[in-house]
């Protein structure tokens, strides 16, 4: 049995993460400031409380869990503020946990990044090939830290993957997202105001993005590795599966809202190194994906009406 360290544990992919660590044998050990850990998270890890911005909180337990593994996902999900200064910190704070990880004597990170690294005027990302120019702070701070844990691996002598995680939907998902959005809405039979609704977009269930880190993290792969779907779906098309699955098509307002100026018509993982190097393919298909968070959506609204 192999300890892991993992950060980000309570999160949208870390939840899904620890049920497939803990099934796969890992000896996981989860690293997390709030005390409210969620309860279908608790049974699958060690918890340990630590400040992640506080390198002295975070010191000791780097040195006593003594981990040769490391999956950092923790990172705000400030999607609403892509250029909060919080970004910055967690550069800091993600250089120093590394520097802890492998100088405590940590064989191998993999660490999620980012889709906003990349310059999305190519609209097909390919690793290696498109241009890497963020245009965000959340995306030049994923990018420097990916320049940093390339250079402290080779500094060490370590091993190190990077995952490149496109757009994300799943169960417990901040309902001001785009998908839980439009699932509540529908549900509340309330109208959502859309724009037309035609940019291209990559998007994968969690569970399979926890599925694809996982593997990266297994694999020999040495780098970074795109973690999407590889399949072009425009908005329209997710916000008419949703409709379909809860009613309410008629209350989709689509050019109720603008679309941002600037925004990108077409963002789409090239994703031939996830499936023919490291070797993985999804459980969901975007159909069976979005049912199933429908399903649980409707779960929680009814569990919410009863208390």
Same mark, same amino acid.
């Given at each position: 049995?192999?300890?892991?360290?993992?950060?980000?544990?309570?999160?949208?992919?870390?939840?899904?993460?620890?049920?497939?660590?803990?099934?796969?044998?890992?000896?996981?050990?989860?690293?997390?400031?709030?005390?409210?850990?969620?309860?279908?998270?608790?049974?699958?890890?060690?918890?340990?409380?630590?400040?992640?911005?506080?390198?002295?909180?975070?010191?000791?337990?780097?040195?006593?869990?003594?981990?040769?593994?490391?999956?950092?996902?923790?990172?705000?999900?400030?999607?609403?503020?892509?250029?909060?200064? *919080?970004?910055?910190?967690?550069?800091?704070?993600?250089?120093?946990?590394?520097?802890?990880?492998?100088?405590?004597?940590?064989?191998?990170?993999?660490?999620?990044?980012?889709?906003?690294?990349?310059?999305?005027?190519?609209?097909?990302?390919?690793?290696?090939?498109?241009?890497?120019?963020?245009?965000?702070?959340?995306?030049?701070?994923?990018?420097?830290?990916?320049?940093?844990?390339?250079?402290?691996?080779?500094?060490?002598?370590?091993?190190?993957?990077?995952?490149?995680?496109?757009?994300?939907?799943?169960?417990?998902?901040?309902?001001?997202?785009?998908?839980?959005?439009?699932?509540?809405?529908?549900?509340?039979?309330?109208?959502?105001?859309?724009?037309?609704?035609?940019? *291209?977009?990559?998007?994968?269930?969690?569970?399979?993005?926890?599925?694809?880190?996982?593997?990266?993290?297994?694999?020999?792969?040495?780098?970074?590795?795109? *973690?999407?779907?590889?399949?072009?779906?425009?908005?329209?098309?997710?916000?008419?599966?949703?409709?379909?699955?809860?009613?309410?098509?008629?209350?989709?307002?689509?050019?109720?809202?603008?679309?941002?100026?600037?925004?990108?018509?077409?963002?789409?993982?090239?994703?031939?190194?996830?499936?023919?190097?490291?070797?993985?393919?999804?459980?969901?298909?975007?159909?069976?994906?979005?049912?199933?968070?429908?399903?649980?959506?409707?779960?929680?609204?009814?569990?919410?009406?009863?208390?």
């Amino acid at each position: 049995m192999s300890r892991l360290l993992v950060t980000g544990a309570t999160g949208l992919i870390g939840r899904q993460l620890l049920p497939q660590l803990h099934a796969a044998g890992y000896e996981v050990h989860a690293v997390a400031h709030r005390i409210d850990i969620p309860a279908d998270a608790r049974p699958f890890a060690t918890w340990h409380s630590a400040d992640l911005l506080r390198a002295s909180s975070l010191r000791p337990i780097v040195q006593s869990v003594s981990a040769p593994y490391l999956l950092h996902l923790a990172w705000p999900a400030l999607v609403e503020n892509l250029n909060s200064g *919080i970004h910055q910190t967690f550069l800091d704070a993600s250089c120093s946990l590394l520097r802890e990880f492998y100088y405590a004597g940590g064989a191998r990170a993999v660490v999620a990044g980012t889709c906003f690294e990349y310059d999305w005027s190519e609209g097909l990302c390919v690793e290696n090939r498109t241009p890497l120019k963020p245009s965000t702070a959340y995306g030049a701070a994923k990018d420097q830290l990916r320049r940093y844990l390339e250079s402290l691996a080779r500094e060490t002598d370590r091993s190190w993957a990077w995952g490149r995680v496109f757009f994300v939907y799943g169960p417990h998902q901040s309902p001001t997202r785009f998908v839980p959005a439009l699932i509540h809405g529908l549900l509340n039979q309330r109208p959502v105001p859309c724009t037309e609704g035609y940019q *291209i977009r990559d998007y994968l269930h969690a569970f399979d993005v926890a599925s694809a880190l996982l593997r990266l993290l297994e694999s020999a792969h040495e780098g970074t590795c795109n *973690i999407g779907s590889g399949e072009a779906t425009s908005l329209r098309e997710i916000a008419g599966h949703i409709a379909d699955l809860t009613g309410g098509r008629e209350l989709l307002q689509f050019g109720a809202r603008p679309t941002p100026k600037g925004e990108s018509p077409v963002i789409l993982a090239d994703v031939h190194r996830l499936h023919h190097v490291i070797g993985w393919s999804p459980r969901f298909t975007l159909a069976s994906g979005l049912a199933h968070v429908v399903a649980a959506c409707r779960q929680e609204t009814t569990a919410a009406s009863l208390v």
